[in-house]
């Protein structure tokens, strides 16, 4: 059976039997959203933490939306008033939460790999809500779940990648993705934002925009992560939207059908043009956010049968404690 993960890390360790999974279950939270009644009882009696170390608005709502439509107990842990303030290490705050007996910790933090660190010292699922600037996997599966359902497909694609790719985890869980479904992805970006060694993923990198969005079925762009630069990596963001900013006259470029894309928060008029990100018959922005939701109560509902099923055979082997 696919999807025998005890925790979601990383799109890294997914395969595609995992990834069409989850989409496939995906799905059908999307009807039940719809439904005026958004409950089951997957996750009945179960506790789901959200350790939030960084600022976040839509990732967090949506796991905790997920975790109650579940019918788990979801509480979110103020981090910012927490005792990481007053020096506990994250170890040690996450074998204090481990004493309480969480069933699902959702995790974000500024460092990469602090999550798969803390994954490896508690006995529940670890769910990564993005590390530093290393993988973000639910916004990977809920942007293939977007593609997927408008276009029909999620192979045989080209997707193109823009903007402040070297700072973005969402780029890099979505190139793994992508690339793992045999999608065709280009990157597009000043070279001063395009991560060293990035071929080896097997991409296509430009720095044109006209010429990486030809022909394009999906446009994908990033928000400019202004909170992970430590320097100057552009000459000014009017200069900026210029070059990179997708307007109509760039996106006349791609293919006529083509779809476009932002995680979320959009800096308009420096990647986008609002009018752009709010043209219903283009944007998807607004489908990604409810495909979020969905997405993650299916990576909870399966990690939480895995979690049943690991606990039932230590239970039996007398192991479990
Ligand atoms: C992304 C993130 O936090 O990595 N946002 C999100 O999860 N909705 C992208 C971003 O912050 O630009």
């Known amino acids: 059976m696919a999807f025998r993960a005890r925790h979601l890390l990383g799109i890294e360790h997914l395969t595609p039997e995992d990834i069409r999974t989850v989409l496939d279950l995906a799905d059908r939270y999307v ?16 506790t789901q933490i959200n ?57 974000r933090h500024p460092n990469s790999g602090a999550v798969n660190l803390l994954a490896e010292k508690v006995n529940c699922a670890v769910l990564n809500a993005g590390d530093g600037k290393h993988e973000h996997p639910t916004q990977a599966l809920l942007d293939a779940l977007t593609i997927r359902r408008a ?10 990648i823009c903007g402040d790719i070297a700072h973005s985890r969402v780029a890099r869980s979505n190139l793994l993705l992508l690339g793992k479904m045999e999608n065709r992805v280009r990157l597009i970006g000043p070279p001063t934002l395009m991560p060293a060694g990035v071929a080896e993923f097997g ?11 030809d022909g394009a079925d999906v446009v994908m762009m990033l928000r400019l992560q202004k909170e992970r630069m430590d320097g100057g990596f552009i000459p000014s963001e009017r200069e900026y939207f210029h070059r990179y900013g997708l307007d109509a006259e760039k996106l006349a470029f791609a293919k006529p059908d083509a779809i476009v894309m932002h995680p979320g928060p959009m800096n308009r008029g420096v990647e986008i043009d609002g009018t752009i990100a709010d043209d219903i018959n ?6 990604q956010v409810e495909m979020g939701v969905a997405v993650r109560m299916a ?4 990690l939480a049968q895995n979690l049943r099923a690991d606990r039932g055979r230590q239970a039996t082997e007398g192991t479990y404690v």
């Open 151 to 160: 276009k029909g497909r999620i192979q045989r694609l080209t997707v193109a």
């Open 299 to 302: 990576c909870m509902d399966l």
């Open 31 to 46: 009807d039940l959203n719809r439904r005026t009644v958004k409950r089951t009882d997957a996750l009945a009696g179960m």
């Open 203 to 213: 991409c296509e990198v430009f720095d044109d925009m006209r010429a990486g969005l």
């Open 51 to 107: 350790m939030f170390f960084e600022n976040s608005t839509r990732t967090q709502a949506s796991f905790e939306l997920a975790g109650k439509r579940l019918g788990a107990d979801v509480m979110n842990m103020a981090v910012a008033q927490s005792s990481v303030k007053k020096g506990e290490t994250l170890i040690d705050t996450a074998l204090t939460l481990n004493a309480m007996h969480p069933d699902l910790l959702v995790v």
């Open 282 to 287: 283009r944007s998807v922005i607004q489908e």
